[in-house]
């Protein structure tokens, strides 16, 4: 069995999900999951954000833009009355549930269940449509299945025990249809994988179901060997490992979910990433195979803190650093990169909310500086240490660019340099001219 993810853009409008569905072939048994349709998910954060401030006519003016988009959806993708008129009263009934939510109190519950509605949609049209055209499918609805635990993480016993209880349940079919993003969380309450977490669900089911392949289909044919949203001539990557993919997920190359690649790689199931607007393209393919002696591509994480604390008394004595990171796990706030000199240590979080609480507490081992709008870039490839030249390339590429930390070792696929985010664009087209557009590469 496959999974195939088709995320916003693929499914953005009418004609997007009627290529969808003439995409997939009866050749594998598969578990499709979708986004929502493109935009609808911030549309949805919009009116949870009117609601909390008890804006009604705010929530109720994106709800009826968004409801007659929806209506317009509907007359598109369907043909017959009688499925037209099966759209129309879907899209009435979530609309008419999210419409119930301006009237009375508003919390995060209310909000988490108005965030699901987008894929509840995206899957239910995707389903009609499919039925229209005569393909046979059921639904999965992830909501009895995908589950994440009190610390926010996947319960992987519990998906994958339910979702192939569900699947044996169901009269075997060749395509099934499901939610990306949305869960339960550990009390049954609706809940969702963060934003972008459709990729993270297709790689959760597949390890789930043991797929032999999980497919993620996009806008565009692969992972690029640096960010197109910031440079041109940007090329496809044919071939990455798990350990490449997962850094620059990680460090911020939008194309994959933060933490997708990790269950995959556990599980060791490919993944390909492949263009749903160009669906002969290569794409990319993800897998331990890990490519010798090159570099691969280039990423930027932005919303960058740096934070310093400097105490040269403390910072020898051992036990110094625990206590530091001791202070951000209380906050339950990530440390994205570290450097440490003899007189202090330097740490980035991407994660501001508890900022004052955390500052105020490091203040009691040493004098601490904040440094806000901050970009991680990271160069991912093979840069084992016994490679040499790698640095000296990277530094010559931005030798004009003033770099506040640089990070190397901490995995053989990764050099950070922290830099201001006013510096960004000019740091990522540098990188690229230097290490992927030169004729003769230095290394
Ligand atoms: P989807 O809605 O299908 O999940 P996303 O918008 O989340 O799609 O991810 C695809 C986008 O990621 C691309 O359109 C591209 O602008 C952006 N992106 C950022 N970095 C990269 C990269 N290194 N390679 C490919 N795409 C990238
Ligand atoms: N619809 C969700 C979002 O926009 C999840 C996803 O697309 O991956 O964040
Ligand atoms: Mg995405």
């Known amino acids: 069995m496959r999974v195939l993810k088709f995320g916003g853009t693929s499914v953005g409008s009418a004609q997007r999900m009627k290529e969808v569905a003439d ?41 009826n833009t968004l409801e007659t988009k929806y209506e317009q959806v509907v007359d598109e993708l369907f043909i017959s009355e009688a499925f037209k008129s099966r759209g129309r009263d879907l899209i009435k009934s979530h609309f008419e549930f999210i419409k119930s ?23 239910a049209l995707f389903h009609f ?60 309450e609706i809940d969702n994988l963060q934003r972008g977490g459709s990729d993270y669900s297709a790689s959760l089911i597949g390890v789930a179901i043991e797929a032999e392949e999980i497919q993620i289909w996009t806008d565009i044919d692969g992972m690029h060997n640096n960010d197109p949203r910031y440079v041109e001539n940007t090329k496809s990557i044919s071939e990455l490992s798990f350990d490449e993919a997962a850094e620059l997920a990680y460090f911020g190359a939008k194309i994959l979910h933060p933490t997708s690649v990790l269950p995959a790689k556990l599980a060791n199931i490919p993944v390909r990433l492949l263009n749903t607007m160009e669906p002969n393209a290569e794409g990319t393919l993800i897998s331990s195979n890990q490519r010798k002696e090159r570099m691969a591509a280039v990423a930027a994480k932005d919303g960058i803190t740096a934070i310093k604390i400097k105490s040269g008394r403390m910072l020898l004595a051992y036990g110094f650093l ?87 070792g901490g995995s053989n696929y990764n050099l950070s340099l922290l830099i201001s985010a006013k510096d960004k664009k000019k740091a990522l087209n540098l990188l690229s001219d230097k290490l992927f557009n030169q004729e003769t590469n230095e290394i």
């Open 101 to 123: 939510f301006t009237i009375d109190m508003f919390t995060v519950f209310e909000e988490k269940a108005i965030l699901a509605q987008g894929e509840l949609i995206s899957t």
């Open 322 to 408: 625990r206590k530091v990171f001791e202070i951000f796990e209380s906050y339950k706030t990530p440390i994205d990169m570290i450097t440490t000199s003899e007189v202090g240590v330097s740490v980035t979080i991407d994660d501001n909310k508890h900022l004052d609480e955390i500052v105020n507490d490091l203040k009691k081992y040493g004098t601490v500086e904040v440094d806000n709008d901050q970009v991680i870039v990271c160069v991912v490839g093979d840069l084992v240490a016994d490679n040499k030249g790698y640095a000296n390339t990277i530094f010559d590429a931005v030798k004009d660019i003033p770099i506040r930390m640089i990070s190397y």
């Open 129 to 188: 449509h499919l039925q229209e055209k005569g393909k046979q499918s059921a639904l999965l609805p992830a909501l009895d299945y995908m589950r994440i635990d009190k610390n926010n993480e996947p319960d992987g016993a519990y998906i994958k025990e339910n979702i192939n209880k569900i699947l044996k349940e169901q009269e075997e079919q060749a395509v099934y249809i499901t939610q990306g993003y949305i869960c339960r969380n550990a009390f049954g």
């Open 23 to 63: 995409l997939i072939d009866d050749k594998h048994q598969k578990i499709v999951v979708l986004s929502a349709m493109a935009g609808t998910t911030n549309s949805l954060v919009e009116i949870a954000n009117y609601l909390y401030q008890k804006n009604h006519d705010g929530a109720n003016e994106v709800i």
